[in-house]
């Protein structure tokens, strides 16, 4: 019990600190806009923008963040609620295939710094630990051009504001 | 009646040049050890394998051998000498090897161990106040601790961190907290802070170091024995193998399950998983893990994509079950392609049926000879009977030996004779070997079998025939007769069984190509019993392991070897607490007097020391 409470209350103040570096850094990082939830310092959200020169620019792709008490040294769960259609992303449930969200974790790792990985992972497609097959099989029989207009259509019609 | 001195005595019936260990009273236990030696056939087998207990309080000398090789030849610290023994199952060749071939720092960084030549030597005290990156509170440079691999953190993260990966099941692959830093903690920093914190969590963490001899090495395996005697058995020299451990139990070194040679670890494991379709637990097994490709642990997927990572740190596909690296990028594919279609689909359901009738027909025949085995083991008790019976009769004959050793003799071939009807099943089957040969050499090398198959049958037969006779009431003269022909069958059979180990191993898994299938091999004895520690060992040997124990404990920096051990040892007035029978609950209190069984000790010398 005590041990818990312990890793309760670590986990609050770690959680308090990357919400006030945060606050004190909005404009370091245009792409990435993190907001906490008014009453639970365990819920996070966030709002990133598609990296450019791939089919999901443009877009503003929201994440969630549900955060264990044993954080840090458990990782995040993050999922998108923005659909998407990238391989290492469930397409329905938006559960997302990235190493360092799983066994390659490190405690050094901060919610905005997972942001940037997931950046970085939209990008870098790794079309051989699919999530979405679909996707995933576009990519592995080299057809760059259908997955490419795929996502486009799903940025455009999920990610960006309606015209008119 | 004969006259008196004609009267054979059972030593004179077996032929000499057998070997076979027919012994009437006269002979002396030390006499009939030896000749138990010579029968084992030790020095003549070339695939030969000397398997020993390891008991709790063996384990720790168990390892350091192995340790002590590492950390001399590479100049290591103990515990950076476990981190590479872990890291490469244990396997103390291995090492060797892959230094050649590797070269010392890819070899360590491999393993995560660091190399302190690369340190980079820093005073601590020159960042006070200390941010540690982890929960970002500054602290004193008096709580914080720096890993090997040069990553600095405070200890109230170290310790949390240790805590987690320690419930995790993960102790002895506790890695640096830094991202993407393969370090291995160190053990003793490890130790004192979690005990500080919680002193349970670091004995657990303490134990399963320790029984990393055992779960990580190819060449020692728990017993599987439920409930569990604690036992661990190592073998030297070749794994595949059928072992009897000192509480009693057979089970085939390899695959852990019931010893069931003549058929190899797969087609056993093929055939059970047939045999009882209807469990739950398998089908669960079955259906939601799969087993991993390093360390055959079944893995169960939780979450995330098709690129599972086993406890043990292997990674593999999920869809085909195949070994695969971490890395994948947009164009290399590390790995395999495992999505191709295999279409014998179509056929299979037309040879369904025909397919089920002939498990039917083997599946019949095993079970006929496992249920005899069962009524026969029943037997046992009659026989006894019997035997008390004829031995206060008024009557020439005192020897009753050759009714137990035939009793054994059928008890063994019942058991070949059973399994040797899964390994039909599979050899001769389309499952595993149907690219092996041509359907002409299956025919030739299935009758060729079964006639073997069928003369060992009618042998058996036999022989539980004349075991099964009321052999108290008859006359010296039928009594003579019927030992006669239980004697001569048992060694019929005896080289019946041989004969067919042979021809199973060099006609028919020998030739094959593409897949490799290995039995243990025959022993006419029976499943080698592993020995034990045992009082017969000199004291000389005892004080050399007292010398062992004592200055690797001291090496390592823990608790004294008194506590330590005192941990494991079950204590002596708590009878069947662990399940044995009594007598191996009495062996194991003698033993405790003298200290440790020396398990580093040449093949030889213990051999030796049994004749």
């Known amino acids: 019990m005590i041990t818990l409470l312990h890793d309760y209350q670590a986990s609050r103040a770690r959680l308090f600190k990357e919400y006030k570096e945060v606050q004190r850094e909005k404009s370091a990082d245009p792409d990435i806009q993190l907001v906490c939830d008014d009453s639970n310092i365990f819920k996070w959200t966030a709002l990133i923008k598609g990296p450019s020169e791939t089919p999901y620019e443009g877009g503003v792709f929201q994440l969630a963040f549900s955060i264990p008490e044993q954080y840090p040294l458990l990782p995040p769960q993050v999922r998108f609620l923005t659909k998407i259609f990238h391989p290492n992303v469930h397409f329905k449930t938006g559960e997302i295939c990235l190493d360092i969200l799983k066994n390659a974790w490190s405690p050094a790792w901060t919610l905005q710094s997972v942001c940037r990985a997931i950046i970085a992972l939209m990008a870098h497609p790794e079309p051989d630990s699919p999530l979405n097959c679909d996707s995933g099989n576009l990519l592995r029989s080299g057809d760059i051009r259908g997955y490419y207009s795929m996502a486009r259509m799903y940025t455009r019609l999920a990610a960006m504001p309606k015209k008119g | ?611």
């Open chain 2, 1 to 611: 009646m004969a006259d008196d001195e004609d009267f054979p005595s059972s030593s004179d019936v077996e032929e000499p040049e057998d070997a076979d260990c027919y012994l009437s009273d006269q002979y002396d236990d030390n006499a009939e050890n030896v000749l138990q030696y010579l029968e084992d056939g030790r020095q003549e087998d070339c695939n030969w394998s000397v398997s020993s207990v390891i008991t709790r309080e063996s384990l720790l000398a168990a390892q350091k051998e192995d340790l002590r090789k590492i950390m001399e030849l590479l100049a290591l610290s103990e515990q950076h000498a476990r981190t590479l023994l872990i890291h490469y199952r244990w396997d103390v060749e291995r090492i060797f090897e892959l230094l050649d071939q590797k070269g010392k720092d890819k070899l360590f960084s491999e393993a995560g161990v660091t190399n302190l030549e690369n340190k980079i030597n820093h005073s601590l005290s020159s960042f006070n106040p200390f941010t540690c990156s982890i929960c970002f509170e500054d602290v004193s440079c008096s709580v914080i601790t720096e890993m090997e691999c040069g990553h600095c953190y405070c200890n109230e993260c170290w310790t949390e961190h240790f805590i987690v990966k320690i419930n995790d099941g993960q102790s002895r692959r506790i890695r640096c907290m830094a991202p993407k830093c393969n370090a291995i903690c160190d053990e003793a920093i490890v130790r004192s802070l979690v005990s500080a914190r919680d002193p349970d969590i670091a004995e657990r963490f303490e134990r399963v170091l320790l029984e990393s001899y055992i779960e990580d090495n190819d060449k020692v395996k728990w017993c599987p024995s439920v409930p569990h005697c604690g036992n661990a058995i190592r073998v030297m020299g070749d794994i595949y193998c059928e072992v009897e451990c000192t509480c009693g139990m057979q089970f085939c070194f390899r695959c852990l399950s019931e010893a069931h040679s003549p058929c190899s670890c797969l087609m056993w494991e093929l055939w059970v998983k047939k045999c009882q379709d209807e469990s739950e637990t398998v089908n669960w097994i079955t259906v939601n893990t799969k087993p991993c490709p390093k360390c055959h642990k079944p893995v169960e997927k939780n979450g995330g994509c098709n690129l599972v990572a086993c406890i043990c740190g292997q990674a593999f596909c999920w869809l085909c079950g195949g070994a695969t690296g971490r890395d994948h990028t947009w164009s290399t594919i590390t790995g395999h392609s495992c999505g191709r279609f295999k279409e014998d689909r179509v056929k299979r359901i037309e040879s369904a049926r025909r397919e089920l009738d002939r498990y039917m027909h083997y599946h019949n025949r095993y079970k006929a000879h496992t249920d005899s085995l069962k009524q026969e083991s029943n037997l046992k008790e009659t026989i006894l009977g019997k035997i008390a019976i004829s031995e206060n009769k008024d009557s020439r004959i005192k020897d009753y030996s050759w009714v137990m050793n035939g009793l054994n003799r059928l008890f063994r071939s019942r058991r070949v004779l059973s399994y040797s009807y899964p390994f039909a099943f599979y050899m001769f089957g389309d499952e595993l070997f149907k690219d092996e040969m041509t359907p002409q050499e299956t025919d030739l090398k299935q009758n060729l079998f079964e006639d073997q198959q069928q003369q060992l049958e009618s042998n058996v037969e036999k022989l539980s025939m004349l075991l099964e006779s009321d052999f108290q009431e008859f006359s010296d003269e039928e009594v003579m007769e019927n030992m006669k022909h239980v004697i001569n069958l048992s060694s019929v059979i005896d080289r019946l069984c041989k004969q067919m180990y042979l021809c199973i191993e060099n006609e028919l898994l020998y030739p094959l190509q593409r897949a490799t299938h290995n039995i243990a091999p025959y022993k006419s004895k029976g499943p080698e019993r592993a020995s034990e520690h045992s009082s017969r060992f000199t004291k000389a040997t005892n004080e050399d392991i007292d010398v062992q124990h004592g200055s690797a404990v001291n090496a390592s920096g823990s608790p004294s070897p008194a506590k330590r051990l005192s941990q494991f040892q079950p204590s002596s007035s708590s009878d069947g607490k662990h399940g044995c029978s009594s007598t191996k609950r009495a062996k194991n209190e003698g033993s405790l007097d003298t200290p440790l069984f020396d398990l580093n000790m040449p093949a030889e010398v213990v051999d030796k020391s049994w004749t």
